[in-house]
Structures are given as structure tokens and as C-alpha cells.
């Protein structure tokens, strides 16, 4: 017996977890199940009604540092319990073709404790599946081509249509549970991702002065990450990196700034090597050798960066209002060269009923 209705609840920043939620609502509706897809972004202060009974319910959305961002991770742990219903879980990773082969992503955690959370209040786990969409970290590596994205996501789609199919029809498919040993083996980095990753990579993004202030980043931020900060756009610790505000700004003026996260990982390390010194010349530190070891040192390194990064962003942003700062962090981010490129997902614009 098929469900009576499919409810899908997307996160997305550049359209691939949302191409993924439109191909599932298309098969819900050439099966004959009536269904609605929601953007989480659009409704993540109102409050979800409980489902009714024999409903399938859907979270889609991109992997961010081997879990799921913190929209949707938020968004599962306050959604309504079931009425007996039931849940698939998927989420797009990082596909990256290299040689004529398109290499998975790697999910973490995310459908281990989406599925805990889910089963907590009632909810049938009826499918578990990784779609391998183009990665598109662009902080990271530089954009996948239009070709390499048209032939993944030619590769995936009848995937994500056959999976679909099965769940509506009442069959169960747990691929994702193939990949359970590199899930455990890389899950503590995806602790490190929420504490400190997220954070970092938040406080990696400038807009240079090809921005026109056009306002389109801040406007369209799915978590109202980006503000204006003496009439320079400015990322709060808010940023899902999400990569949306990069990918789809006009003047293509955001950019990573890498040179900026070198100078700050040197400036920590000197002070933190400085701090160390100093402290091992004291008597009562003499037997603290142990602090030289280069993996501690390291350690202590990752952790103190983060004061230096909060007061570095600010005044690093202060500084761009002088060109040749700004020309300093825009010349020296990668992602300002032409060979980077910026990511573009075949994204259908779909109407659901949060934007429509
Ligand atoms: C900040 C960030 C972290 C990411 N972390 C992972 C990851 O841990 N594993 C993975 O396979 N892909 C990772 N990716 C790649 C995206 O999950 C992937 O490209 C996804 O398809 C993007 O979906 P979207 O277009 O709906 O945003 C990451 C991307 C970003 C921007």
C-alpha cells in the first residue's frame, strides 16, 4: 500500500539538494500521491503541524562537514512527532569527476542521527540515501565545469528517481547504510566541523570593491548570515557556508580569503610558539617539555585561532576600506581568478508553497 501523501522539507544553498527534492515530488505525482515540498529556509519560525496519518515525510539536504548544516539539523530535532508516519532521509554530497569517474562524497554522521531523532518520536525510517551531486565547496577547490556537472547529475538523476519510486510504493532502500564503516572512521570530524569549522569558514568570506552593495547576498541568505558593516557586506557567525551568496553574486565580488586565513594561522602560531617559550623558561614550567610537541602545538594552535579569527574578521574589514588592504585580501584569495569559477547547479526554479 502506497502513503497517502509526501511532505518534503528542503535545505539547499546552490540547488542541487533542491533539483533532489523536485525529482522526488515529480515521481510522488506521476505515482498519484499528492505532495508538498517546502523550503526550511522560508519556514523555520513557523510552526510545523503534525503530519497526518500515513504520511511520508522527506529531509533533503546538502552534507556540511559530515553532518547535516545546523538549519537542518535544528529543523529535525523540533519537528512535530509522528501520527504514524514515516521518514527517508537524503542528503547530496560531494560528487568530484576525476578521469571519466565521479568519486562519491562522504556523509558522516547525519543519517545515523537523523534516524535516532526520527525513531525517538515514532517515525518508520523507510530510506536512507546519499546522492552524489557536484561538490560545491568552492572555498576549498575550484568550481566543477558545466560539463563535469551536466554528466553527474545525468549519471544521479534516475537514481534519485528509482529510490523515490521504491519509499512511495512502500519498499524500503537503506543504501546509505553501505557506506557505515568511513562513516564511523571520519565521524569525529564532524564534531570538529560544528564546534570550530563551521565558525572558520564563516569568517573566511570578503566582499570585495566590485561590490555594488546591490544587497541581492544579504537578501537572499537563507539564514540572514550577511549584514552591512560600515557599507561593506559582513558574514556573522551565523554563515552555514552554504556557498548561495558566492555562487549567485552578479559581480562575482565574494570571494574566500585565503591570504587573510594564512596570516592569521601564522600570526597564532607565532604567538602561541612566542607563548610557549616563554612559559617553558620559567622554573615552575620547566618539566612541561611535552608542550613542544608539534601535534600539541598544533592542537593549541587550532584552538587559540579562534580569538585571533574573531578579532582578525573585524579587523581585517576595517582594514579593507583602505585599497591597498583590500587589494592585499582580494589578490590573494584564490577564488578571485578566473580558473576558480563559480558553481552552477541546472537548477530549476520550482515553486513550492513557502515561495510561491
Ligand atoms: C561548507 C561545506 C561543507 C561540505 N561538507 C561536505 C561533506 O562533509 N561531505 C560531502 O560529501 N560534501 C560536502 N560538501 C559538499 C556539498 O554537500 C555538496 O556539494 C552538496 O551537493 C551541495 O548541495 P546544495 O547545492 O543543495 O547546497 C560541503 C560543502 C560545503 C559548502
Known sequence: MKFEKVIIYYFSGTGNAENTALWVSDEAKKIGVEVEIFNIAKINNQKIPRPAKNTLIGFISPTHGFHFPTIMRKFIKKFPKSNNCSAFIMNTRAGIRIWNKTIGGLSGVLHYWSSIILIRKDYKIVGLLPVDLPSNWISLHPAIKKIGTELIYKRVEPKVRQFAKEIINNKRNYKALFDIIQDIIISPISILYILFGKYFFAKSFIASSDCDMCGLCEKTCPVQAIKQVDSRMFWTYKCESCMKCMNNCPQKAIETAHGFIIVLWFFTSFFVGYVISRLLNYPNFENWQWLQNETIKTLI???????????????????????????????TSLTKYKFWGRYKSPNKRIKTHSNN
Do not use: C, D, T
Not at 317 to 326: A, P, S, T, V
Open 301 to 331: 594552535v587550532s584552538l587559540a585561532i579562534f580569538p585571533f579569527l574573531f578579532i582578525g574578521y573585524r579587523l581585517m574589514h576595517w582594514l579593507m576600506r583602505f585599497k591597498i588592504f583590500e587589494r592585499f585580501f582580494v589578490l
